[in-house]
């Protein structure tokens, strides 16, 4: 019999607690891990209260660590007991046909890249297991703090997707929906990418001041009226060229469509969950003849694109500790910590536990 843990978990919909499991064994691509640093996020929040997910009972929550290998499986080369590692929050199995054909996210099916808090028990356990260790693992850089790291995770990967999505281009006017964590690395990308101009969407100011910080060039807020209005507004009436949809839901998707210029990329990297229809307008997308081109996908995960992202911290290029406003110490922290991303209070962006 495998020695017990001790884990935070979705018990039902709308109610979490501790409780205890077995620890994990990892099998022969396997590594088990204790996590140092973790980071409960929106994502959580919506899967327990919202049931974005469905009916989950007793899944440990949490995608989203920095820790430190204590054992790994037989056939995994490249890591070693002691390794202080990145996890991001999707974990593929990189010899599916479906990374081979360049979809590792749906590795196994639908989302199913995807697996920490959702297919199966997160990270906020005292340890967790990675599947595919040598694929889905990285070294924290040296000088790039665990908590710095820990956005490799799931804050930077998404937003930076988001702009690639949206095919950015040197000189583009580009808007960015949503200014939490992802909508803020989408700016900081596009402006590392050459827009010339980027609009931020949100409506808190310490979000917004970020954006500033990260390249926005200018402001929107959502409550002050249609967002698409207020780009046409912005843009004298020729909308934008690239759209990264990085919050909102279906009706802020709609906005979006209607911002962008015929012949213009849209990259979405939210997941519009409790919607049957994701909303394309008809009139926005030229009655379905606009060259509006849209694209939408769950975060690639990897160690190739995790060590990829870790080297724009390690160099300087991106600095991402405006992202974490409220830190935590200790596993008794964490019911709190999952509160404050419940609750978001007007100067919060990104919460994290050090455990150690």
Do not use: H, W
């Given at each position: 019999m495998s020695e017990p843990m001790r884990g935070y978990a979705m018990l039902r919909i709308g109610e979490v607690g501790w409780i205890d499991k077995p620890k994990p064994t990892p099998g022969p691509r396997d590594a088990l891990l204790k996590p140092l640093v973790v980071a409960p996020c929106t994502t959580d929040v919506k899967t327990v209260w919202k049931g974005a997910l469905g009916e989950r009972t007793d899944m440990i929550l949490g995608h989203e660590a920095v820790a430190e290998v204590v054992e790994v499986g037989n056939l995994v080369n490249d890591f070693s007991v002691g390794d202080v590692v990145v996890v991001s929050a999707v974990t593929p199995e990189w010899s599916s046909l479906e990374a081979q054909a360049g979809h590792s996210s749906h590795s196994g099916g639908m989302l199913n890249g995807w697996k920490y808090s959702n297919t199966s028990d997160g990270v906020l356990s005292e340890f967790f297991l990675c599947n595919d260790a040598d694929g889905n693992l990285a070294?924290?850089?040296?000088?790039?703090?665990?908590?710095?790291?820990?956005?490799?995770?799931?804050?930077?990967?998404?937003?930076?997707?988001?702009?690639?999505?949206?095919?950015?281009?040197?000189?583009?006017?580009?808007?960015?929906?949503?200014?939490?964590?992802?909508?803020?690395?989408?700016?900081?990308?596009?402006?590392?990418?050459?827009?010339?101009?980027?609009?931020?969407?949100?409506?808190?100011?310490?979000?917004?001041?970020?954006?500033?910080?990260?390249?926005?060039?200018?402001?929107?807020?959502?409550?002050?009226?249609?967002?698409?209005?207020?780009?046409?507004?912005?843009?004298?009436?020729?909308?934008?060229?690239?759209?990264?949809?990085?919050?909102?839901?279906?009706?802020?998707?709609?906005?979006?469509?209607?911002?962008?210029?015929?012949?213009?990329?849209?990259?979405?990297?939210?997941?519009?969950?409790?919607?049957?229809?994701v909303k394309v307008p008809s009139d926005g997308w030229g009655f379905g003849m606009g060259d509006k081109h849209i694209v939408g996908g769950a975060m690639v995960g990897g160690r190739y694109r995790t060590e990829k992202l870790a080297s724009l911290l390690a160099t300087g290029r991106l600095d991402v500790s405006p992202l974490i406003t409220h830190r935590y110490q200790g596993w008794d922290s964490i019911a709190g910590c999952l509160e404050t991303a419940r609750n978001k209070p007007a100067d919060m962006i990104k919460s994290v536990v050090k455990l150690t």
């Open positions: 070294r924290v850089p040296e000088g790039v703090s665990y908590e710095e790291a820990t956005m490799l995770s799931d804050m930077i990967p998404p937003g930076f997707q988001a702009v690639e999505y949206a095919d950015v281009q040197f000189g583009d006017t580009v808007l960015v929906v949503g200014s939490g964590p992802v909508g803020l690395m989408a700016t900081a990308a596009a402006y590392l990418r050459g827009a010339s101009r980027v609009i931020a969407v949100g409506n808190r100011p310490a979000t917004l001041d970020v954006a500033k910080q990260y390249g926005a060039t200018d402001l929107i807020d959502y409550k002050q009226g249609p967002i698409d209005e207020q780009v046409m507004d912005l843009t004298g009436g020729r909308g934008v060229d690239r759209v990264c949809v990085c919050g909102g839901d279906g009706d802020t998707f709609a906005a979006a469509v209607r911002a962008l210029k015929p012949g213009g990329k849209l990259g979405s990297v939210i997941a519009l969950a409790g919607a049957d229809v």
